[in-house]
Structures are given as structure tokens and as C-alpha cells.
């Protein structure tokens, strides 16, 4: 018999379906703090936060970690790899939400929904919205992969000009035209929307710089949806309070949770998002279903995984 | 000389550009209370609230009204027909800023904005979003029209699957499928979003009633961007207060400005929307493109005007 843990709490419809679709699996649902469950656990399904080398010193039994987020740079990869550890994610199981949260809060701020809110919590009728559109604007979208790929395409839906912008300049999917870095400087100044979905690697650390900042125009929009040390928050804080540009929609920060003094909470024309642009009703069915795949391939020793890490690469 | 009247303000840029284009023509911006100006228009460019019969009776040189707006229902019709007075009005510059509007709510709800909004208020991290997606919902678009078809290829781009609504069932664009008026109870259940952007006519005043909501599911979003006769507000105060539908967008009330003290300003569930879902920075500039190409032809005594208005028909 199979033991699966899971250090995550699963609704229970989704627990009823797994232990009807794996009848000779024992899955338990507790921590990584339960000695008796992470001794015997051959597989540990988890977000990956609470895999620590103590926790694999005590995973005696732990052939295969499925990890249900997609960020790994917090993991001890050299000790799991040691371990000859097979680890597995759910790569691309971002796409839609992240997505959604990137148009939600462009159109938002386009719509004046913010201003919109407040009207109502005074009962106030008004019209001096101030509302803009974003049909007709210019994205530049650093990082094209699949998550700002699919940006792209919906930026071009509402008929917004994209630009990608990655290292090589190569091009990618719903881009109108590509950049590479090098290239930033020239092209801040002419577009409204720039969003940041890096990931973060010795290249992207510190890529922008309050420089950068400088050259935007008065009124753009910045979203960092990648990862927190793209830029040092002092220097975006100061091109804030400057008024370089005109908003800053954060769901990464240097430290998370941000500090309950932070400036960022109550800086004008900052959007505080607590790092949830990934998340969904849908996050834990849909990692599922990779997960139901995979074990499937696992009980019955196939080989047609998906979404296997190679740990040397560390992705 | 001719001599054209607006009854509102216009940026100063935008005056310079038309005084450029057409030194011919004399234009004096003002209100349709100043008699002098009234008195010698030939033409007048207003959103229409402002033309009573009083005001005809006034302007006798009147030969052109440039109607800034798309509506007609509050204007003086059959005595404009009367003086043999030439309309014309602004349809179809609100497709852009309305669909973006209705696009924003709907993300915003899914993506749960409000709620970040007001987590930031009080610098409270907290990951409990509750957030959704549109991804994977179906909409019923009452009145597909030109609004309504733009707003269907946008939610299709999200994947959402569309069905459209109206008297005939007669197929509209961006509609994976149609239903008449006489099949709404049918398919209530069925969909998780129901936006109406219906004009007022007599087939359309009091359309949907409090049994309609109760078809609808739990959580499914009620928009209303058309007009605020499709629905007596009691009822739809009862099914909102019955929880019946989670969430009420309500650009459109049958009482504009809505009273301080109406209850949708402090209602769970309700976004007032103070009828500014077609407002924009752009929407002058664009309703000014429509009037420039018409005074062409008006000076140039030409017949290629657009949007002229069949004052018999009533649009």
C-alpha cells in the first residue's frame, strides 16, 4: 500500500474522489510535523514552504515529493536531489488566475473602481469618475513565458500594443514586438502598463532600478507580479512618492508578509495584493488533477509524468 | 458664418483643434440658457438633457442638433420633427468604455478586489481572498447589440461561454448561442452571469421580475448596464436581501441621482455604479470626431453624415 501525505488541508468532495479513484492508497491529511505520518509517507504532497532538511532527515520512507506551487527557490534542492528524491509540480497551473488578476486590476484602475468603492461607502453620487480605457494603450510585459504570454493575448483582445521584453529579444506568443533588457531604457518612456512576472534569478535581482522609474511616464502603471527583489523597494518607494508614475500594483514584496507598518498600505497610488494573484477556488482542483495523473503513473511504474523537475537545473 | 453652440465644456485643446479645422465657423461654448447664443445657433452640440421645447422656441436659427449622447427618451422628439430640425447623435463611442466597465466589475469580483481594497485600508495581510475566475462561466447577455457583442468576444477571450437574449432570438455576434425573451426562465439556472444592456422600450420596462432572481443560482452576478425600467427596485431589493444571487452591478436605477438614503449604498452584494460605465477620457474627443466629420459635410453642403436620426422611428 501507497502512503500519500498531505500537508495541506483538501476539501472534502476532493478527499472522497481520490480515495475512490485510488482505493489501495492511504492518504492522510495532516502536517509536516506529524512524526508518525512523515515516517512512513513514500509520497508528500505539499506547497513546499515546510520541506526543510529536518524534515527530510525524517522522511525515512520518501521516494516522491509533489510539490503543488511552482516556486522551488525556497527548497533545499541540493539535499533532495542527494536523496535521489523523484519531485514533481504544477507548473502552469497559474496561468488562468494570475491572468485574470493582472486584467482585473488594469481595468479596475482604467475604470476607476477604487474611487467607484469609496463613492459608495459615503453614499455619494458622482459622476467625476476620472475614468480612462485602456483600448489603445502600449503593455510592455517583462518576462513573456506562459503566464505573460497569456496576458498578452487578452492585452491584444481589449486592443492594447505589447511588447515583450526578455533576455535574448526571442520572440514570444501575443507579443506585437520584442526587446531584450539591454533595451529598458529606450522603451519605458513610451509605453503606459508595465508588468513584471520574472521569476527570480541572478539576472532578474535588482533588473530595475529607480532609474528605470524616471523615464515612465507620469501616468503608468506598474504591476510586479513575479517575484520581490526585481527591484529594492526604497527605490521604488521613493519613485512612488515622486510621483514617477502613476500606480504600482504589488503581489510580490521583498518581505511577505509586509510588515503592518509598511509604507506601501498607505502610499497613494499603491495597490497592496498579498501575494494571492495565483490563487483560486480552482488552484486545488486543477494541482489535483496533475497530482491524479502522476500517481496514476507512479502505483502502476509508468513513466509519462508530468511537470518533473530536473533538480539540477532546479526547474 | 455658421454659428455652433456647445451646451458643455470642452477642453481647451480640443477647441483649438476645431477653431483650426474650421475658421469658417464661429463657436461659442455656453449653455442653452444663454439666450443670445441660443438665439443665432445654427447648430447646437449637447448631451440633450437640456433641450425642452423652451429651448426651441428659442433657438430660432436652429438647423442641426449634434446630440452628444445615444440616448433620445427625454428629448422633445415629435417637436423637433415639427421645426424640420436635422439630429444626429454619438451612437456607438460608449461599446469601448462600457464593455471595459462591465469587464472590470466582473474581473474585480472574481479576482476579489473589493475585499484587497479593503484589506489594505486596515494594512491587514491576509491570503483568504476567497478569490474565483471567470474562466470556465457562462454569461447571458440580454440585448446583444453592439455593446452586448463587444462585451460576448471579450468574456469568450476569458472562456466564458455566452448566450445571448433577445426578442427574436435572431443570432448576434460573439454568442455561442441565442435565446428569445420568452426562454429566460429556462436558462436563468443555468448561468453564472446575467448582464442586461437593454434600452428602455415598452417590451423592455419590467422584464425580469423578483421570480426571475429566484431562478438564478446562489452565486451568480446580476449586471444591469441597459436601463433602470427592466426591473422594479423593490423586487430586485427583496431578492438581493434574500441573498437569491450573490452580487447586483447596477449602473442604471430608476431614479438617477439614486437618494442618499436609497438601501442599495450600504446593501451586501451591491455595486453602485453611478451610470458613468460609458465615461472616459476619450469620450469627447471621440463624439468630436463624429461632429467634425458632420460639419464638413454640413458646410460643404454634402449628405455623408453619420449618425442621423430618423426622428419618426425615434432612433
Chains 1, 2 share one sequence.
Not at 76 to 93: A, D, H, Q
Request: hydrophobic residues 40%.
Amino acid at each position: 500500500m501507497t502512503n500519500v501525505l498531505f500537508t495541506f488541508p483538501v476539501k472534502e468532495y476532493l478527499i472522497e474522489e481520490l480515495q475512490t479513484e485510488f482505493p489501495e492508497v492511504k492518504f492522510t491529511f495532516s502536517s509536516s510535523k506529524d512524526q508518525d505520518a512523515l515516517k512512513s509517507a513514500e509520497v508528500i504532497v505539499t506547497y513546499g514552504e515546510d520541506i526543510s532538511v529536518a524534515t527530510l532527515d525524517q522522511a525515512l520512507a520518501l521516494k516522491w515529493l509533489m510539490i503543488a506551487s511552482a516556486g522551488l527557490e525556497k527548497m533545499p534542492l541540493s539535499e533532495i536531489l542527494k536523496r535521489n528524491i523523484f519531485v514533481t509540480n504544477v507548473k502552469g497551473i497559474h496561468k488562468t488566475p494570475m491572468t485574470e488578476s493582472v486584467m482585473a486590476h488594469l481595468l479596475a484602475i482604467k475604470r476607476a473602481l477604487p474611487w467607484m468603492y469609496k463613492q459608495q461607502e459615503n453614499s455619494e453620487w458622482s459622476k467625476r469618475s476620472g475614468s480612462t480605457e485602456l483600448f489603445g494603450s502600449t503593455a510592455l510585459i517583462i518576462g513573456p513565458g506562459a503566464i505573460g504570454s497569456e496576458i498578452g493575448r487578452l492585452l491584444q483582445a481589449f486592443g492594447v500594443t505589447t511588447i515583450g521584453c526578455n533576455r535574448s529579444g526571442k520572440n514570444a506568443a501575443n507579443m506585437n514586438s520584442m526587446i531584450t533588457f539591454d533595451q529598458l531604457s529606450d522603451v519605458l518612456p513610451k509605453v503606459d502598463i508595465v508588468i513584471s512576472v520574472l521569476p527570480s534569478t541572478p539576472e532578474t535581482i535588482g533588473l530595475l532600478t529607480y532609474d528605470h522609474f524616471v523615464l515612465m511616464k507620469e501616468d503608468a502603471i506598474f504591476m510586479n507580479f513575479g517575484r520581490g527583489d526585481l527591484i529594492k523597494e526604497e527605490q521604488l518607494i521613493q519613485a512612488i512618492q515622486e510621483r514617477q508614475i502613476s500606480y504600482a500594483v504589488l503581489d510580490v514584496f521583498e518581505n511577505e508578509p509586509l510588515d503592518e507598518n509598511h509604507p506601501f498600505w498607505k502610499m497613494e497610488g499603491v495597490i497592496v495584493s498579498p501575494h494571492v494573484s495565483s490563487h483560486s477556488s480552482e488552484y486545488v482542483p486543477r494541482a489535483l488533477k496533475i497530482f491524479r495523473h502522476n500517481l496514476h503513473e507512479w502505483i502502476e511504474a509508468g513513466t509519462n509524468f508530468q511537470n518533473v523537475i530536473d533538480l539540477e537545473k532546479g526547474y
